[in-house]
């Protein structure tokens, strides 16, 4: 389960990017999250995700 808060979800989908997946969809295809989840509440806190990077900035 992934944190609500966007700072920690920030962290948290940011290490596994890094560390475990390849991009946003193979985390949550594997994690069974929705990626629109992650995108809406991390943009809310002023973040998007950058596809060549596989991370939020």
């Not at 949550?28 to 995700?49: H, K, N, P, Q, W």
């Amino acid at each position: 389960m992934l944190p609500t808060d966007p700072i920690m979800l920030l962290s948290v989908v940011n290490m596994k990017l890094r560390d475990q997946y390849a991009s946003l969809d193979a985390l949550c295809e594997d994690m069974d999250v929705s990626r629109e989840g992650i995108e809406r509440t991390l943009a809310d806190a002023g973040y998007s995700y950058d596809e060549a990077a596989n991370r939020f900035a």
